[in-house]
């Protein structure tokens, strides 16, 4: 059986190691990504002081290795394939492209100079060839960071950190450039809810309380709970420690560290202020009614600064000519079986990751949620088998006849040899290419 999996991040991973692991016979899978390099987020959204997640790519790596699997990269579904051209060339299909763009928030003055996606900024700090490396020059004194979710906490502590720093991680040698030039002095975080609704793990809170570059400060008014936050921090562990965290630092004043960082609660944005660029973000004290829903206080606050960076939230966009749920933005489906705008379930169609359940989750929440579309595939597996036959047409001919050049794992293997070389000569152990010319060049391929 020949499958397609689209997307090489950790859902479509995850799917072809579960595809050679449960099948009981053999399968050959065939993971496409419109990159020149495989592992997605954990490549591109992971931050880089932290390694140990990033190791994960170690285990991904071996996915890619087995015999049964092929790296197929530079291939956009869409542009390069079609979704009817893949569906001749296999027996199933499984879509996996995650989540690629941020949530607005939907506020006066948001698209004003200054005002930026967290998932532009992250993707700009983890060197993915789509962001220009000269997209920022961190001139602002202060920044807000919209979110009090992981992601959140992961641009906060880029901001803080001084750049030597950076230096034993693979971050792009531009971008650590760049953060030594920063004039940021003061961060604020900043959530609609309170302590016990942040998303953030404590692992990553207390991640901020360690840094020698920056103080953390928390008002003791927006720590304090009301009796539905309560509760929640009773019954749940990792509340409670989140919490406990916060309420600590409730009394730390500021030091002579060169950089503060202020988490904020009970606090919505209704507006970014300025002329040609942000000069200040307004917020609205909110609070929880008697349903559990934010609503606004009409007491409000403008806070100085010159930068937000909004991280509320990631969504997945449409395939083309693939059914989309535009409410929900996922792909409509039935444990793993995509579904027509009928409910009926499409013949070799499957879905997996975010694109299948919305942003949910940590990088391992895929391995389970792929193994659920993986079961539903290996069932259809005899139907699949009778519809399309023992060998469907080859891929490699119909890109061949358009002319299409791709990516192969070696490719991709020559890319990260160059990033070794590059640490080397730069005193480091590995830093990441920018540029998709440069990635380009580095496997031998025209740009």
């Not at 390069?80 to 996996?96: G, I, M, N, S």
């Not at 604020?188 to 207390?206: D, I, N, S, Y």
């Not at 039935?334 to 027509?340: I, N």
Request: glycine letters at 8%; hydrophobic letters at 40%; one cysteine or more.
């Amino acid at each position: 059986m020949r499958v397609a999996v689209i997307g090489s991040g950790p859902a479509g991973l995850y799917t072809a190691e579960a595809l050679i692991k449960q099948s009981e016979g053999p399968v050959a899978v065939d993971v496409f990504d419109r990159l020149p390099t495989p592992y997605g987020l954990v490549r591109y959204g992971v931050a880089p002081d932290h390694p140990s997640i990033k190791s994960i790519a170690n285990y991904l790596q071996r996915v890619l290795e087995s015999p049964s699997v092929r790296f197929l990269g530079c291939i956009e579904f869409g542009r390069d394939v079609t979704r009817a051209d893949l569906l001749q060339c296999y027996h199933a299909v499984v879509y996996a492209t995650g989540a690629m763009t941020d949530r607005r928030m939907g506020i006066p003055g948001e698209d004003l100079p200054g005002s930026v996606a967290a998932t532009d900024f992250v993707n700009w700090y983890c060197g993915h060839p789509d962001v220009a490396a000269d997209r920022f020059e961190i001139d602002a004194e202060a920044v807000a960071v919209i979110g009090v979710g992981n992601v959140a906490v992961d641009v906060v502590r880029i901001l803080a950190r001084a750049a030597p720093e950076l230096r034993p991680t693979d971050a792009p040698e531009n971008v650590i450039d760049i953060l030594g030039r920063s004039q940021v002095r003061d961060i604020h975080m900043v959530g609609r809810r309170g302590p016990a609704q942040a998303k953030f793990t404590p692992k990553e809170l207390r991640e901020l309380g360690a840094l020698d570059n920056a103080d953390v400060l928390v008002r003791p008014d927006e720590v304090e709970l009301d009796e539905a936050s309560a509760a929640l921090t009773e019954k749940n562990r990792q509340v409670r420690t989140n919490v406990e965290v916060l309420s600590g630092w409730a009394s730390r004043t500021r030091t002579d560290k060169p950089r503060c960082i202020n988490v904020r609660f009970w606090l919505r944005p209704a507006e970014i202020l300025g002329t040609d660029r942000v000069e200040a973000l307004r917020l609205e004290r909110t609070r929880l009614d008697e349903n559990g829903r934010v609503v606004g206080t009409g007491e409000y606050e403008d806070l100085p600064v010159q930068m937000v960076l909004r991280s509320v939230g990631y969504q997945s966009i449409p395939l083309p000519e693939v059914p989309f749920d535009e409410s929900g933005l996922t792909v409509p489906h039935e444990a793993g079986r995509v579904l027509d705008g009928g409910g009926i379930a499409l013949d070799g169609e499957y879905v997996a990751g975010w694109l299948k359940r919305g942003p949910t989750g940590v990088i391992g929440t895929n391995k389970s949620d792929a193994a659920e579309t993986v079961r539903s595939l290996l069932a259809d597996e005899p139907a699949l088998r009778e519809s399309r036959g023992d060998s469907p047409p080859s891929v490699e001919s119909l890109l061949e006849e358009r002319g299409t050049s791709l990516v192969t794992y070696d490719d991709w293997l020559a890319i990260a040899a160059e990033e070794e070389e590059l640490g080397r000569s730069l005193g480091r152990e590995r830093v990441k290419i920018v540029g998709w010319d440069r990635l380009l060049t580095a496997c031998r391929r025209p740009s």
